[in-house]
């Protein structure tokens, strides 16, 4: 079902590192290659809206002003509610509704909203039209908790089939076809060829802590190794003249030394600009710099 070569790259960071800017450049870069491309954020507090200066939602939503990129903003509520339609639906014709009443009730648990909002989330790597998929994901605690899911369900399913037959959500026999539909979107995740796993930081203390830490846990706990590491908001060295910019200039690059040496990944520097990353037009600018950096470090590796 799914497009066999479809590429799948997450962003994740401490909130306000600026994972949806950088998600967002990645989505126009690609959509200019001429890549259909879609960019879905699962954070609730999104601002894709406001970064592409339309209305999105909970809907796969054409961008314009540019060729081949859609966005969708996913709602946990809507997406539990379809979630929940979409498992009572087959059942109508086959169950009286005293015992479809019993179903929906035990549908009515917070594993549903969990199992929701995942399911939302791998209905994109299973979506044949898209050539490229790209998550503006939570900050990195509620990420790996979501990620974390197709891993628990699939033992919890497979322990329940031994056990009583049944799970927070009911019969075990209702959840079978999903537990191959986690399997197989864990195997996705791992795959370095299809999914790129990029943290988004800043040179501070505290972003770079938080990312060590969930770099740590993506691996350890789901067997997910982060592809690569942007360093945002580096102060231009020409423009820190004055010595407080210079101060923090410096600051800056001894951070980035110690991500260097802490964080083993491929790493590219991202410029502070002078004003915000909203439009298709800046994003153009910021993607371009992103690309160049990778050239640049494939110039450097002689490949
Ligand atoms: N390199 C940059 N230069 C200028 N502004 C930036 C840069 N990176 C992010 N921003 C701005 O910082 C704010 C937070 O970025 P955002 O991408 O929304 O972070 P996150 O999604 O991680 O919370 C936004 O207003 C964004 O436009
Ligand atoms: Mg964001």
Redesign the pocket.
Known sequence: MQNRSAKFIFFS?K???????MASATAVYYADQGNKTLIVTTDPAS?LADVFGQEIGHKITKISGIENLWAMEIDADKATAEYKENALEPLRELFPEEMLKVFEEQLNSPCTEEMAAFDKFIEFMHNPEFDVVIFDTAPTGHTLRLLELPADWSRHIEASKEGSGQTCMGPVTMLEESKAKYDEAIKLMKDQSRTRFVF?VQPEATPIAETKRSATELEEKIGIRGTELII??ILPENECIDPFFKKRYEMQMKYVEQIRNEIPLPTKL????ER???GIAILREVAQELHQEVEAEAVAQGD
């Open positions: 960071g909130g306000g590192v600026g994972k949806t800017s601002n988004v945002n908001g991202m410029y502070l600009r915000d990353l909203r």
